[in-house]
């Protein structure tokens, strides 16, 4: 990716608190392309914030060359002087001011800006965010999802050299949240200009972001699109921390019958497909197999193992199945209502071509 190409670079972030005792971000790296979202997606405590912060220049990193937005260096430059726009989670407007003069106050600050070209952006992000009916009205009158939209608009109208986004939609409802982030993707798309997108709801990361970037302890885990996030986890932690239900997990080893390769758990001792093997067998011993719960089949017979059914629950156009197998809890994921009952006993096979294969410290094998 060339210079010229990225609105936004992060580069060997370091931010650090109390004089260096907590450490909050470690050599964060990203590239966000002109034109490009990016989802900050971790646990809280994990960085994200800060991360976003120090781009918009509401922390101070402690390298100097942290910081670049279309080539320059911002590390040490004022958040004024940055032309970025955040959007907090609260929508913070002006009791006092109409949704029009709450939309324009930045521009209201700016001499260099005058009346009509205010009032220009104005009706234009009014008209992208579905607001002209509601430009004389005050936040009392308005929805919570009416409320983002006033906040996007007035960040909109600054035209800033990138979108910075803190958790926007985190204090809507469901079917809000699912609109409001259908409305900012197609609001991104439109003025193609770099968003960073800061959520620790893995649904909306999968579905918003053309990258995700998986943030553990300040630390990046894995940087990558959403497609490659899900079914090619770096880590254990990623593996986990992306798809609801969680990924089951078997503690395996790998032995060698003098025929074929073996994977051996206190649940199944089953042959390896060849393919596999030959990657795996120069690795490790020991194997943390992970299976996302869509990849495993239920049947009446001829499966890897067997469990007991303890409660099936209707999602919808699915139906999850948990199993309890030697003690452990295990999760299936059905098309439709399934026909298992509580009490059932079902075989259960597994799609090892969709399978993650950890060592004993996390770290995916292949």
Not at 109 to 130: F, P, S
């Amino acid at each position: 990716m060339s210079n010229q190409s990225i609105g936004v670079r992060v580069h060997h972030l370091r931010k650090t608190f109390r004089r260096g005792e907590v450490q909050a971000c470690d050599d964060v790296n990203l590239d966000i392309a002109q034109g490009e979202l990016l989802v900050l997606l971790g646990p809280s405590g994990c960085g994200k914030t800060t991360t976003l912060r120090c781009i918009a220049g509401l922390e101070l990193p402690d390298n100097d060359d942290a910081i670049w937005v279309n080539g320059k260096n911002m590390t040490r430059v004022a958040p004024k002087d940055r032309n970025l726009a955040f959007v907090f989670q609260e929508t913070a407007m002006f009791p006092h001011l109409t949704v029009r003069r709450n939309i324009s106050f930045g521009l209201d600050m700016r001499r260099k800006v005058n009346k009509a070209e205010i009032n220009r952006r104005v009706d234009d992000a009014a008209q992208m965010l579905k607001l002209q009916q509601l430009l004389d009205r005050y936040p009392r009158e308005l929805s919570g999802g009416q409320g983002q939209r006033v906040a996007l608009g007035r960040a909109i109208v600054t035209e800033p050299d990138a979108f910075l986004l803190d958790e926007p939609l985190a204090a809507l409802d469901a079917a809000l949240r699912v609109e409001m982030r259908t409305e900012i993707k197609l609001i991104q798309r439109r003025l193609k200009t770099a968003m960073i997108f800061v959520t620790h709801d893995q649904e909306e990361a999968l579905t918003i972001g053309d990258k995700i970037a998986v943030m553990k302890d300040g630390v990046v885990q894995q940087e990558d699109t959403p497609h490659q996030i899900y079914h090619r986890p770096v880590n254990l932690f990623v593996g986990t921390f992306i798809g609801s239900p969680p990924i089951n997990q078997f503690q395996c080893s790998l032995q060698d019958d003098g025929t074929t390769w073996r994977l051996i758990s206190r649940h199944f001792n089953i042959a390896l497909p060849d393919s596999i093997a030959q990657r795996l067998k120069p690795i490790s011993a020991l194997v943390i197999l992970g299976l996302r719960p869509e990849f495993l089949r239920l049947g009446d017979s001829q499966g890897d193992f067997t469990g007991v059914v303890k409660l099936t629950e209707l999602l919808g156009s699915r139906t999850l199945v948990l199993i309890e197998s030697e003690g452990e809890e295990i999760r299936a994921l059905v098309q439709g209502a399934s026909q298992v009952k509580e009490g059932d006993q079902v075989s259960l096979s597994l799609d090892l071509d969709k399978a993650f294969y950890f060592d004993e410290n996390g770290m995916a094998l292949i």
